[in-house]
């Protein structure tokens, strides 16, 4: 067995770059062909294709001229809007997040924890279209909860509060951001161990000691990978976005959604290709080192 | 008594927080259900909303179109999944780590992009129908549907199963039946419902490529009747999340079970 393992590693060192793509084929084996044309055909050739077109002008050829549109307004400015807007929500979320799911731990109980995993689960998966009408029926300027709160004179609207805006979508993806943040996050809290916080007392450690040595190092990387989740999540969101404003707030994928609809309104036919690679590069810079992460810590959260 | 107190003043801020929390979750949810329940003012309430969705005619047509799309969604995610993932285990998880990292590709890229994508490089036997919807599908459930299959199957030595059923003399045909579907069963069935969720409420790629679906439908309808598109909403969402809930119920259960095991 070692054998055949030492050879295959000389011939690897050994052989050229040409005989690179035949052997990649030839380490795929038969029974994960079907799930890999699959992907090849519906994720890979599409994506392939976005960075392509996101090259080229609109007769084919080589150009920089879109992805050069990307930094000038307005594409500029969705790209500012939506990563700050990537940013607040995950902000918003984590912290919320976080203290929720400190007070889950504190609070105890399996059939707690469990119930609340499943709601969080629930609600996590919660976006799109309904999750904005929601919104909009309970907190629009005809609500239940404007017109009550009205009833004792306090008129949000008067003092500008409104849904369709950035703190409209803020709020409204706090629906579903603060449940991801409790469903990732709630496995490094628990690895917090009580007999940590003992022992490091027993042996003299103030609170703050404790947490500033042994709390915060623990709790810290799985932060920054939800809050990283979190980032990507709010970002690259669409439906709640749409439903929501009304071409007040440019948001890049809004801005792509309106050029997939036809309204093209100058001869680069390939800016929506640009753009789509924009959002995919920021989405790996965010997703990336969040995997990363989660795969590092989840091993000792067990 | 003094130590009971004591715990009980320990947990009462978390207690408060957890109740705050409860309450929010519940605020947009009553306010939405009284929205949808008004007929002509705020005063006064009854159904007419959620009648009037059943007299229009896009209901039916939309939810059947929607139904065919994740059925065939979820047809072909088990089709390529439970055989890869099941091999993957029987075979000692040699390609775990290649599988694991190509199906979450398609979580970090964000399906906007794809659908951008995809708008142009879908192969054409699928240019005409909307169909095409399902396959995309297969590919936004894969990181969720791999990974509830891999838990499932990770507690069980499937290896261990079928070699010892081999060496008892059982045929092939005979392990497939009775040693190997009673294994990834719960976790199929958790793959299934993931896909399922996903499917029924997705709005992003069908509106990107052009399809009218039930969510699209529901989005078009807010123009001309928001009370009806409010009641539509509060329909899906406690459609959506009974589905949601029950997997989890289920999911959180099989996991238990497979620990156990061990």
Redesign the interface.
Known sequence: MSNTAESTVVVKGASSSRGALRRLIKLI?L??I???I??T???F??????AL?AFEDNDGAYTLANIRLLFQDPYRLAFRNSISLGLISALVGSVFGL??A???E???GVKLK?FI???S???A????????????????P????I?FLKSFGIDLYEWGFTLFSFSGLVIVYS?FQIPIMIIVFSPAVSSLRREWQESAENLGASRFAYWQRVGVPILLPSFLASFLLLF?SA??A??TA??MTVGNITL??LV??SL?DGNVTINQANL??A???G??VI??LA??PY?FIQAKTSKWQQ | MKKILENAS??L???I??SV?AFF?F??????T???LRDGG?DKHSFQSYKWIFEQSGFKENLGITFQVTSLAVILNLL??V??VT?LHI?GLK?RR??EV?T????????????????????SFLHNTVLELS??Y??IA?PYSYRALDIGLSGKPLNTYVAAARNLGASWYKVLVSVIAPSIWPSVLAALFLTV??SL????LA??LHWTTF?TW??NV?QEN?LG??A???G??FF??LL??SF??FG?NKIDRSKDEE
């Open positions: 084996p029974p994960l079907p799930l890999f699959f992907l055909v519906f994720f050739l599409p994506i392939g294709k976005v077109n203290v929720i400190i007070a889950i504190k609070r105890g469990k995993a499943s709601i689960g629930v609600l998966n919660t976006g799109g279209v309904p999750l904005a009408f929601m919104f909009l029926a309970a907190f629009g005809e609500g239940l909860m017109t629906y990507a970002f690259s669409y439906a749409r439903a890049v994928p792509i959604g997939l929506g290709y753009l789509a690679l959002m995919i989405s790996i997703m990336v995997l | 320990k947990k801020p978390s207690t927080i957890l929390t979750i605020l947009p949810l009553i306010g939405a009284e929205f949808s705020p390529i999944m055989p890869t091999w075979s390609y290649l599988v190509v979450i590709l398609p979580l970090i890229i964000p399906v906007v992009a794809l659908a951008t994508g995809a708008q142009t490089a879908l192969p396959f995309m297969v590919v894969m969720a996903l409420g997705e709005f992003t509106q990107l969510p529901v989005a807010s928001i598109a409010t539509l909403s509060v899906s969402l959506a999340w949601l809930f989890t119920f959180t």
